[in-house]
Each structure stands twice: as structure tokens, then as C-alpha cells.
């Protein structure tokens, strides 16, 4: 690269005198006081997703100062920058309906300002994809850094988390186990300090499938948010930094179909988050690559789940870090890895690992001989009332209930489940299928974690735990249950999950991947002639007409229609 194209001269605001427009550039940031030197030298931007929303970022500006120092001892100049922040609480309508704004927002503000490499710093669910999808799109040196998961408090002698103990004590809550008081106290335990949530969830599945992908530091996925390790990983990634730009290492050489395919056998073997699919299909999306549903359930068929971490296991991610972390996975499932993918040390997967300390003994990484679950822990199953797939969290689920056949109790939207869920006259039983309509990316919009419906009040006060649930959202990492998600295409698309009614006879079979609405062809017809179109208030402007008007479906990762090149490939490559 020409020195015209390091460092502060490269990427001038337009003047039409690129002379004066140096001249200016540096007479303003001199304002803060840097000198010439400073200046001189290459520049590593750090986003910084500092804010008063995010708890789970509530580390950032420590990280910042590690990153820097890391940056300022390999000899390079630290600027940091602000981009969105997006938390899980705090998203309305949903934060799945931000992402892509927040991967405009991180691309634009990575093109448009002067930096040889970036260090991306997020966390919380809907972060790290959005960083990693405006990375690849801009196609800088790029590192991601994980802000890291949170420690574990206690209630009443017993060790609890987020979030899958939230949903837990508020299924006891709901059923009448537990009072007002219990509820209240647990509420000050659950996320007792910084950092991401601390079981399998979302942040925890995405923080290990981009070190799997090569895009983090070897190590840097668990560390938690508030360890000397987490200080120390983010000053390496700010020296890695400094040498991605002296070596030009973009994440296009990173985030090939090989990585991804390593990325998705890691998703299975962890039992990671059903939303790590929704997000690789999108990162992958940005790659050119579309991604093979079926394939993907393939590999599934021979990469067992061995990470004993809630909602599968019991453990918390802090539990996986003193096992050795992710290595300590890659080494189980070695054989089923491409090692020869380059990351971002400029070694390969199978350099690394070799590197890593060795293993010892642990409790929290199974033997393949052994393993929590024998399959990975997604299944895709297809059938009419899901054409393009949809996913359950099989290792999740009730052994019982894998194979079912009930009658559809339906909700058209969010908020009818939300109004009629709990009526005492609701015509359900627990041998029942819930069904929810209209809550896919357009439906809601946004793709809201409402999968994981409730239990009707009466059924959970009868002690009903589990029952099959199907929908076109998504489900929290966190939770469980035997809940069939992303139904393709959407009810709001077009896709048959409109035309279920109350009584319609639905048949799950997940060994046979099947998913069956028994109603004849001609009745779903009639039914289709029925449909009116949802319409959303506001949708005339702004966001959410984009959002509406460009968002494709789960299977292609809900990512804009137009920033997705035309695939040249898929992913996995590689036969189960
Ligand atoms: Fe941020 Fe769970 S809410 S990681």
C-alpha cells in the first residue's frame, strides 16, 4: 500500500484540494493535542460501544485503555471512535431489528475515517455479528474483541446467571412456586456485574464461533468481563492489530468457507445459540457465501454437543474458560476442523491450537466419546409448513416430545399471544402444539425472541414444563424446550404458518427432520385467499421502511437484500 493510503492521508475529506484537505484534517485533530509524530504513524481505530444501556459493554472504556496501550507499545497511534450499542433489554422493538443498522453504522464509520486496521469491541448478542458484517463489507484489517462474559452471583446458596436462570425462576414464578419476595431477590442476582451473559447463550455462541473463525485472539473468547485476562487479551489485540496492518491481513483472507464451515461445526459441538445460525448465514452473507441449511444439518449428524454450559448443560461460561476455553473444544473436535485456516496472528487454526497450553483434566468439555448430546445441537427440519427449513434446539429439548403430534393452538401475533396466553377459558391442553404467526423478520418486525412462548398459566400451574411451540421468531440462547423457530419463509412472507388454524393436526418428527401441517392441499387454498397483509404504523419512513422493504429472510441470515453481494458459494463445503 502507498504511504498516500496509511495512516492520516488516507481517505481525505473531499475539498478538491487534497493538500488543504490534510492540512485541515491535521490542524483539527492537533486540536487535541496529538504531535506530528503521533501522527506519523499508522492508525489502529477502536470502536468504542461504550453506553449507559448496555451492561453487558459496561467494560468498554477499560478495554479501550488496554487496547491502546497495546497499540502504543507495537508503535502505532490508537484513535477511538463511537459507533451504535445495541443490548438485548433495551431494543425496541427487538435488537435483531437494529443489527444491520448498527453493521451500516460500523462500515461506514470504518470507510469514511482514517484507520490501517480496526479493533472491534462489542459483546451483547447482535454486536459482534454487526461488527464482523461491516468489517467484511469494508474489508479492512479488523480484529474483534470481546467485551467477555460475566461472573455468576448466588440466591439463597445457589449459583445463578443470566439468563437461562431469569427464564427459569420466572417459569416458577408464573407456575406460583415462588413469591413476590423470592422474585424480587433473585432479580439482584442475576446479572451481578459487567460483561455478556454468562451460559451458552447468543454472546457467549458468538464470542466462540468468531475465535473458531479466526477473527479473535486465540483465548479471547472467555475470558470474563472483569479478569486481568480480559485486560491482557485486549492489550494483544491491540499489538495484533498493529501487525494486521503492517501485513495488510483483511478479513476477506479470514472469513473464508472453510472458517465458516469451522465456525458452524464449533456452533453444533457447543450447543450454541440458535441465533449463531441466523448470524453466520448473514456474516457469511457479507462473503459472497449463502448458506446450506441442509448441509448444515449433516454435520450436525456426526458432531455431538460436549460443552456441559446451561441451557444444555449446567455450567457458565466462566466454568469454560478455567477448562481452557475454546481450545479445549477445537481439540475435541480436531478431526472435523480445517486447520490450515489462517486467523488473525497470521498462523493457522492448527498452529494455535498446537500452541495453546496444554489440556489438563476439566469437567466441562466432554470427550466425543462421551459427549452431552450425540448430535450437534441444532436440527433443521422441512417440510409444508416449512419449505425453507426451520431450526430446533434438539439438545435442548424434551427426549419426549422430539417426536410429536398435536393440535394447533394458534396466536396470529405477539400480542395476541400476549393477551390470550394466560386466559383461564384458552381452549389448550399440554398434549397441544402452541403455534405463533407473524413474528418473523417482517411479521413483527424484527424477529423478536418470542419463540420461546409460554406456558399457558394453567398448564404451568398443572406442572406442564415443556411443550412443542412453533413459530416464525427466534429464541434466546438462554432458553429452552423443545421450540421449532425460524420458520422459512415467514408467515408474513407468503409462508404457509399463515394458513394453520386452532385444531389443525401438526407432526414434528425431528429424527426424520420433518415438520407436517395435516391439511389438505386444497383447504390451504382456500385459506391463502383469506390472508390480509399485516400492515406496521410508521412504515411509510425512515428505518423501518428500510428494514421492511429490504430484509431478507432467516435462512439468508435476515441481513438488507442490498448488502449482500451475489453468492459465489456455499457454506458448509463440506459433506457430513
Ligand atoms: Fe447482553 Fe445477554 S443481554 S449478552
Known amino acids: ?295 448444515f444439518d449433516r454435520i450436525g449428524r456426526k458432531v455431538p454437543v460436549l460443552v456441559d454450559l446451561k441451557p444444555s448443560g449446567q455450567h457458565y461460561m466462566q466454568d469454560l474458560h478455567n477448562a481452557g476455553g475454546l481450545v479445549t473444544i477445537l481439540r475435541a473436535i480436531r478431526e472435523h476442523l480445517h486447520l490450515d485456516c489462517v486467523t488473525v496472528t497470521g498462523r493457522t487454526l492448527g498452529e494455535e491450537i498446537d500452541a495453546a497450553p496444554a489440556s489438563f483434566e476439566q469437567a466441562i468439555v466432554a470427550p466425543v466419546s462421551a459427549p452431552i448430546y450425540p448430535e450437534g445441537g441444532m436440527a433443521v427440519v422441512r417440510g409444508n409448513l416449512a419449505p425453507g427449513g426451520a431450526i430446533v434446539k434438539q439438545s435442548a429439548a424434551s427426549p419426549d416430545l422430539m417426536r410429536h403430534r398435536g393440535r394447533a393452538v394458534v396466536f396470529t401475533s405477539v400480542e395476541d399471544m400476549a393477551e390470550r396466553v394466560d386466559a383461564s377459558d384458552l381452549d389448550v391442553t399440554g398434549d397441544d402444539i402452541l403455534v405463533l404467526q407473524n413474528a418473523g423478520p417482517k411479521g413483527a418486525p424484527g424477529m423478536p425472541e418470542a419463540g420461546y412462548m409460554p406456558i399457558p398459566r394453567k398448564l404451568a400451574r398443572a406442572g406442564i414444563k415443556d411443550m412443542v411451540r412453533i413459530s416464525d421468531a427466534r429464541m434466546s440462547g438462554t432458553a429452552s424446550g423443545t421450540i421449532v423457530l425460524h420458520v422459512t419463509p415467514e408467515a408474513s412472507d407468503g409462508g404457509p404458518l399463515a394458513l394453520v388454524r386452532d385444531g389443525d393436526m401438526i407432526e414434528l418428527d425431528v429424527a426424520k427432520r420433518s415438520l407436517t401441517l395435516d391439511v389438505a392441499e386444497d383447504e390451504l387454498e382456500r385459506r391463502r385467499g383469506e390472508i390480509v397483509p399485516r400492515q406496521h404504523a410508521g412504515s411509510d419512513r425512515g428505518h423501518l421502511k428500510l428494514f421492511l422493504d429490504s430484509v431478507l429472510q432467516a435462512d439468508q441470515g435476515c441481513d438488507f437484500n442490498f448488502l449482500v453481494p451475489v453468492a459465489v458459494g456455499k457454506v458448509p463445503v463440506t459433506e457430513g
Open 1 to 295: 500500500m502507498s504511504d498516500e493510503n496509511r495512516g492520516l492521508k488516507q481517505g481525505l475529506t473531499s475539498y478538491g484540494d487534497a493538500g488543504f484537505s490534510l492540512f485541515l484534517r491535521k490542524a483539527f485533530i492537533k486540536g487535541m493535542g496529538y504531535s506530528d509524530d503521533a501522527l506519523e504513524r499508522p492508525i489502529i481505530g477502536v470502536v468504542d460501544t461504550f453506553s449507559g444501556y448496555n451492561a453487558c459493554h459496561a467494560n468498554v472504556p477499560d478495554l479501550i485503555e488496554a487496547v491502546k496501550r497495546g497499540v502504543m507499545l507495537a508503535g502505532a497511534l490508537p484513535v477511538p471512535f463511537p459507533t451504535i450499542s445495541i443490548h438485548e433489554s433495551f431494543s425496541h422493538p427487538t435488537s435483531m431489528y437494529l443489527r444491520n443498522l448498527m453493521s451500516m453504522d460500523t462500515e461506514e464509520m470504518i470507510r469514511a475515517q482514517p484507520m490501517d486496521a480496526v479493533v472491534l469491541i462489542g459483546g451483547c448478542d447482535k454486536t459482534v455479528p454487526a461488527q464482523l458484517m461491516g468489517a467484511l463489507s469494508a474489508n479492512i484489517p479488523a480484529i474483534q474483541l470481546v467485551t467477555g462474559p460475566m461472573l455468576t452471583g448466588s440466591h439463597r446458596g445457589e449459583r445463578v446467571g443470566a439468563c437461562t436462570d431469569c427464564r427459569r425462576f420466572w417459569g416458577r414464578y408464573r407456575a406460583d412456586e415462588i413469591d413476590d419476595q423470592e422474585i424480587a431477590e433473585v432479580n439482584n442476582q442475576l446479572v451481578p456485574g459487567a460483561g455478556t451473559c454468562g451460559v451458552m447463550g447468543t454472546a457467549s455462541t458468538m464470542a466462540l464461533v468468531t475465535e473458531a473463525l479466526g477473527m479473535m485472539l486465540p483465548g479471547g473468547a472467555t475470558a470474563p468481563a472483569v479478569s486481568s485476562d480480559r485486560r491482557r487479551i485486549a492489550e494483544a489485540t491491540g499489538a495484533c492489530a498493529v501487525a494486521m496492518a503492517r501485513d495488510d491481513r483483511k478479513p476477506s483472507g479470514i472469513m473464508t468457507q472453510h472458517a465458516f464451515e469451522n465456525a458452524l461445526t464449533v456452533l453444533l459441538a457447543t450447543g450454541g445459540s440458535t441465533n449463531g445460525i441466523v448470524h453466520l448465514a448473514a456474516m457469511a452473507g457479507r462473503a459472497g457465501l449463502s448458506l446450506d441449511l441442509d448441509a
